[in-house]
């Protein structure tokens, strides 16, 4: 009964004490602060929000000092009112002069943990934020790998009430991965899903890889390649279950993804359904993809792609504001897909925001837009736009995101860029079969700010040394064409082969466009100077070629690239035409080239490709000159000489007037372990050169044709190609070559 009692007691005194605080109120009538320093009192009154001649309850007080307290420049503070003043107590936090790291010498890293840091020079030392600052730092390491990293923070105290801060750090071994596992019902072979994680295993050539050591944020972007692979492989209910990460001393982490990839799902039917205020004849062609979807298996990437043909449709068709969603339907059958296309909200660009560029014109941005302000929005013009600034390689990173305009159908584009070095200098050599080379070359891909690439190379190998200055501007005059204009000044010594010297100096100037999608053409002019010696050995012929001079060309190029990428591309194909027509010349001829090159994807580990190569020059008022006789390259016809194939007058290769290859080739980039970073490829090529304008010589009109294996293996040091042919047939004069190889390296 007694203790009941107390309780009682304890209740009415808090009920007391919270009736009488929220009911007391002073007016304060003057305000007196003490123990600022650094901070005035005007500033205070103004964090505080405190208003003389208003009326204080509790409540209010409490806001105060809490408002206080969220600036961080204080570390104690003590309100009370009394006689209508209010009266502040105040403790500063001390001010931080410096921060400085102990173990750490790199200044790009020390920037980055800077940008991290809750506390700042010169800022408010606020004692809790320290631990959150050294998790902040260990999260960081831990990203680079350094799994065992340790960090303490030492505080110096200063007169004036300051600090310093130093932050010890013992970064420790970096945490490699020694084993990478996939368990589970996987259905798909290791060797592959290694190929599509960034985490890889350590070997001793992967000493310059960031991907041997441990990461969080690898490992969570690795279960979401896995995730996106298997489900466009049809494994629509694929689940990545978990992720291991186990570590044994002495020996390294082991890394262990847990898949289960379920049951495979094929596209059941695919079908649009297009409102009924749209014109359904604008998306028949949607058909032809649908029917061949069908018995598919389900692909999120094959998916994508009908959704970007429905996107260049609408672009096409000139039909705006069309949007579309996908619905998905699984069942044992498989998967039904319907896509609902419908007039979305109509809206339009009011303004494009441009961060980020502090050495970058604007206008060199705004220049690669394909949308502007007024334009209706449209994404996928925006993501094009987007890729067109990524393209011009002078930026590390560009984002973008949309906000709300003024009113409700206007958007703002906001568009973030980082730029990065835009200058290069490299420096390269060579080695191989056919004798050594080398290379250097100073490139600037953002002079002025401009986004004009500048490029000065030299190279030099056995048999010629050329020099050149190139300067490229991608959009010249803010017209969407790239505009360049070269210089080239080279000597060749090919007494060995083909019994001449020559010296040349070049100008060309030129431009580029892209006059449909995917369809480019590449127009220019060329003026050059030449100089041709003859050794006392060759023939009369080739003697009449001894000279002087001068010729200025017009050219251009047709190009169709239907590529999926650039870069190893896997199915698609491009077509180039190009011609070039004398103008003034003292020897003219005619120029004329088709090129052929084709991509089907058999498999992920079969790649085909097919290759078909032709030129044909013919002399207008005379013999073509010796020196712009055709020759077949060595990747066109591999396993023979490139210049000791063709026609001969005596000793001398002379080149011929035509030239046709045809190459097939068999890739298989997963042939080897995706460690081994070894592209290997079987080929079959055909080929042949002939023609001459004067018969007097010794010339064979046969095919050429060989076979065999190529590889391109990316070492440490560089580069290393090499093709292993055998001939199959060929004329007397030519000479083969079973063997080659190049190593190189830039620096």
Not at 172 to 179: L, Q, W
Not at 233 to 246: C, F, I, L, M, Q
Not at 382 to 395: A, D, L, P, Q, Y
Request: glycine share 6%.
């Amino acid at each position: 009964m007694q203790r009941f009692r107390k309780i009682c007691s304890f209740v009415l005194f808090f009920f007391i004490l919270f009736v009488n605080g929220n009911s007391f109120s002073e007016v304060v009538k003057k305000v007196e602060i003490k123990g600022n320093v650094r901070i005035s009192q005007e500033t205070i009154i103004v964090f505080g929000d405190i208003s003389v001649g208003k009326d204080y309850t509790i409540s209010d007080v409490n806001s105060l000092i809490k408002k206080l307290y969220d600036t961080s420049f204080f570390s104690d503070i003590s309100v009370s009112i009394k006689n209508n003043t209010l009266n502040i107590v105040l403790k500063e936090n001390p001010i931080i002069k410096s921060i400085t790291f102990d173990g750490e010498k790199a200044k790009k890293y020390i920037e980055k943990i800077r940008e991290l840091l809750s506390l700042t020079e010169n800022g408010p030392f606020v004692e809790n934020y320290i631990k959150k600052d050294i998790n902040l730092i260990k999260e960081f390491y831990r990203s680079l790998g350094f799994y065992f990293v340790k960090i303490d923070a030492e505080i110096a105290t200063l007169e004036k009430n300051k600090i310093n801060i130093q932050y010890i750090i013992d970064k420790g071994k970096k945490a490699k991965i020694t084993r990478i596992y996939f368990l589970g019902d996987k259905k798909i072979r290791e060797k592959k899903l290694r190929d599509v994680i960034t985490s890889q295993e350590a070997q001793f050539w992967k000493f310059i890889s960031r991907n041997v050591y441990l990461s969080k944020e690898r490992i969570e972007l690795d279960k979401r390649l896995l995730k996106n692979y298997y489900r466009n492989k049809g494994y629509y209910e694929v689940d990545v279950k978990s992720t291991n990460v186990e570590y044994s001393e002495g020996e390294g982490f082991v890394l262990t993804y847990n898949i289960n990839a379920g049951k495979r799902y094929k596209f059941n039917k695919i079908f649009a359904n297009i409102s009924e205020t749209l014109d359904k004849d604008a998306f028949l062609s949607l058909e032809g993809k649908f029917s061949k979807l069908a018995g598919e298996y389900y692909s999120q990437r094959k998916l994508k792609s009908v959704l970007d043909e429905i996107d260049k449709l609408s672009e096409q068709k000139e039909l705006q504001f069309i949007n579309h969603n996908v619905e998905e339907t699984l069942d044992d059958t498989g998967v039904e897909v319907k896509i609902n296309i419908f007039e979305g909200e109509k809206v339009i660009i009011e303004r494009i925001n441009i961060t980020g560029n502090s050495v970058t014109n604007d206008s060199v941005i705004r220049g690669a837009l394909i949308v502007d302000e007024g334009d209706p929005f449209s994404t996928l013009l925006v993501n094009k736009s987007i890729n067109e600034i990524k393209s011009r390689n002078i930026f590390g990173k560009v984002e973008y995101e949309v906000s709300p305009g003024s009113v409700e159908d206007l958007k703002v584009i906001n568009i973030s860029v980082e730029e990065k070095a835009t200058g290069e200098i490299m420096a390269g050599a060579g080695v191989g079969t056919d004798g050594t080379s080398f290379m250097f070359s100073v490139k600037e891909n953002n002079w002025l700010g401009r986004g004009v690439k500048l490029e000065t190379s030299l190279n030099l190998s056995e048999e010629k040394v050329k020099g050149s200055i190139l300067v490229e501007n991608p959009n010249y005059n803010y017209s969407g064409n790239a505009a360049f204009a070269s210089l080239d000044v080279s000597s060749t010594d090919r007494s060995n082969s083909s019994g001449f010297k020559s010296s040349k100096t070049g100008f060309e100037l030129g431009t580029s466009f892209e006059q449909y999608e995917k369809f480019y053409v590449s127009p220019n002019i060329e003026i050059a100077f030449e100089d041709i010696e003859v050794d006392d050995t060759a023939s009369t012929a080739v003697k009449n070629m001894e000279g002087n001079f001068f010729n200025a060309d017009l050219g251009y190029s047709l190009v169709k690239d239907n590529r999926n990428q650039k870069f190893k591309p896997t199915k698609g194909n491009r077509i180039v035409f190009l011609q070039q027509i004398p103008i003034v010349q003292d020897s003219s001829s005619l120029l004329n080239g088709f090129d052929l090159t084709s991509y089907h994807d058999f498999s992920d580990d079969l790649i085909g490709a097919f290759k078909f190569h032709s030129r044909a020059i013919n002399g207008i008022d005379g013999d073509v000159r010796l020196t712009e006789r055709l020759y077949l390259p060595r990747s066109r016809l591999r396993g023979f000489n490139t210049y000791k194939v063709g026609p001969k007058d005596g000793d001398d290769y002379i080149g011929g007037n035509y030239t046709t290859a045809i190459g097939f080739e068999a890739q298989m980039p997963n042939l080897l372990p995706e460690s081994y970073r070894t592209d290997f490829s079987f080929f079959l090529d055909t080929a042949n050169i002939w023609g001459v304008d004067y018969t007097a010589i010794d010339e064979t009109n046969t095919i050429r044709s060989s076979v065999g294996l190529s590889a391109n293996i990316f070492t440490t040091i560089g580069p290393l190609s090499f093709t292993m042919a055998q001939d199959l047939s060929k004329a007397n004069n030519d000479e083969t070559e079973t063997f080659n190889f190049r190593l190189g390296t830039s620096f």
